[in-house]
């Protein structure tokens, strides 16, 4: 039996992968630190380890007791707009931890490192973005993710170790953390509903996202190290259709059946359209169908509504105040 480490496996898209991992055969190791997840989202055929991969001893440790054929590193900081002003905190999670696996992945001959990066490495005026264009990333996330990406394809060129990147956006449906304030706008739009909220938009919510539902982006990634077409390549996944912020309001409100006001708040510094193009993925990995928005939403907002409305405590650690939200202050 081939055994995976999944890092991030209590997080949302980590969890899913380890649910197909599981369904494809393979042995799963779980590491998480519950910062952003929840350990009753890991399938209970996994092992569960609970830390960080910023513990350099401890990743050490689990790579030579369990001997890892694939690693699938889920597990990040994936809050985009926040990572301007929480860089140490970025990029110590999600660069220095990645190190941390990728010296060990090296050093324990894993045969293929799955990485799930983002279209945040792309940055602005790239649109529909495509693999082939050069990251001009234009956020602190975006910038560890991409640096991610360039470390694996020089350890590659130097050590031999083979990987695969993933590049997803804006992920949403089931076992999404709904609490979070600064990322995940479905999510968030749900938990407000629920609480009774207005919903918050930044600017004027025309701002164009292709919303991708989960069970169109984990299978993939799952399955990804049993295509040797996909070895050491790049690949956008996810839905092909954009829409606006202020449209996604309208569907969330539509599937939860819950009204609401918008409430506008001032535009923040972010991508104002992002959305890819994803010919790659469907040649290597067959794809032919997508998810249509309204059926994946409905399929999320059943689940959000069995586990209720959700509160997170707000990030601890800011690191420069000056021209963050107040909306994220309260």
């Not at 050590?159 to 968030?188: A, M, S, T």
Request: aromatic residues 12%; contains cysteine.
């Amino acid at each position: 039996m081939r055994t995976s480490l999944v890092t991030g496996g209590a997080g949302f898209i980590g969890a899913h992968v380890v649910n197909s991992l599981i369904e494809n055969g393979h042995n799963v190791i779980v590491i998480d630190d519950l910062s952003g997840g929840f350990e009753d989202n890991i399938n209970p055929k996994a092992k569960f380890i609970k830390g960080c991969i910023t513990e350099s001893k401890l990743i050490a440790e689990i790579f030579q007791q369990y001997k890892f054929d694939y690693v699938y590193h889920l597990a990040a900081y994936a809050a985009e707009g926040l990572s301007h002003f929480i860089k140490r905190f970025n990029y110590n999670h999600n660069l220095i931890g990645s190190i941390n696996l990728i010296n060990e992945s090296v050093k324990n001959e894993v045969k293929c490192f799955v990485f799930t990066s983002s279209i945040a490495v792309y940055g602005s005026n790239q649109v529909p973005m495509r693999e082939d264009l050069i990251p001009e990333p234009e956020d602190s996330y975006g910038i560890s993710k991409y640096a991610v990406e360039m470390e694996l394809k020089v350890t590659h060129e130097m050590f031999g170790l083979d990987y695969i990147v993933f590049r997803p956006h804006n992920v949403y449906g089931e076992y999404q953390n709904i609490g979070d304030k600064y990322r995940n706008v479905v999510g968030i739009f749900m938990n407000q509903l629920m609480e009774g909220n207005k919903l918050s938009v930044f600017g004027d919510g025309e701002q164009t996202r292709a919303f991708s539902y989960i069970g169109d982006v984990a299978p993939y990634i799952a399955k990804s190290v049993d295509i040797p077409d996909a070895y050491n390549e790049v690949f956008n996944i996810g839905a092909d259709q954009e829409f606006t912020v202020k449209k996604l309001a309208s569907e969330v409100m539509k599937v939860m059946a819950m009204e609401n006001e918008l409430l506008f708040l001032e535009p923040r510094n972010e991508v104002k359209h992002a959305y890819s193009d994803h010919s790659k993925a469907k040649k290597v990995f067959k794809i032919d169908h997508f998810t249509p928005l309204d059926e994946g939403l409905a399929k999320m907002a059943n689940w959000a509504k069995q586990v209720g409305a959700r509160k997170t405590k707000p990030f601890a650690n800011i690191e420069i105040l000056k021209n963050l939200p107040e909306f994220w202050l309260k």
